[in-house]
Each structure stands twice: as C-alpha cells, then as structure tokens.
C-alpha cells in the first residue's frame, strides 16, 4: 500500500489549496482516508476524513475552510482548503485504515507535502 501526498507549497494568507493524496494497494472507496497536519514543533493534529469516498467529518477547528473529496476513478482523496493562514503552516499527510478501525486508527501512512502560509 502506497499513498503520496502533492500539492503542497506556497502560499499566501487568504488564498486556498488543493492537496491529493494518490493511494496504490487498496480502493480508497473501500477505505477511510485521513488527512492530518504537523506544525513546526507541534504534535500531529487531526484536519478530516472521508470514509468510501462519501462521508466526510472534519476536526471542528477546521470547519468551514477544508472539504475532502474522493475520486473513485483516480484512487486520490483530495484536501481543498481555503481561506488559509499563517498557523496553518505545516506538513500535511493523509492516511488510510479500514473503515471497521477505530476512528483515530490508521494502518498506512504517506509522506507528507509541505504547505507555507506567507502572511
């Protein structure tokens, strides 16, 4: 199993961002995908998930400005996030786990791309 994240980079404050999270080894639309994000010097925080590509449910914290969306097609689970800040500088990762793991359980990992919020 195989996720690579892209899209990363930088941005300024107020703009959005698309992320991909590309998945080989298992159908996304059989799965639940993650994304979570890390600030420099920050533990890993939850951002959403989306489970077989059709329900979503996203960290309160950050309701409003992501929606995760998959593509059964592609394989990808995407990130789109808006309205961006500073704070919200980070690497973020997607994840996967089957949809009977708990909800903060996730077997598999990707990399990470990296997102740079100029204010």
């Known amino acids: 199993v195989r996720l690579v994240e892209s899209g990363g980079g930088l941005v300024q404050a107020g703009g959005s961002l698309r992320l991909s999270c590309a998945v080989s080894g298992l159908r996304v639309n059989h799965y639940r995908v993650g994304w979570f994000r890390q600030a420099p010097g920050k533990g890993r925080e939850f951002v959403g998930h989306?489970?077989?590509?059709?329900?979503?449910w996203y960290a309160e914290s950050m309701k409003g400005r992501v929606a995760i969306s998959g593509d059964n097609d592609e394989n990808t689970v995407y990130l789109r996030m808006s309205r961006l800040r500073p704070e919200d500088t980070g690497v973020y990762s997607c994840a996967a786990a089957g949809t009977d793991r708990a909800t903060h359980e996730y077997d598999y990992w990707g990399q990470g791309t990296q997102v740079t919020v100029s204010s």
């Open positions: 989306i489970s077989r590509t059709t329900n979503t």
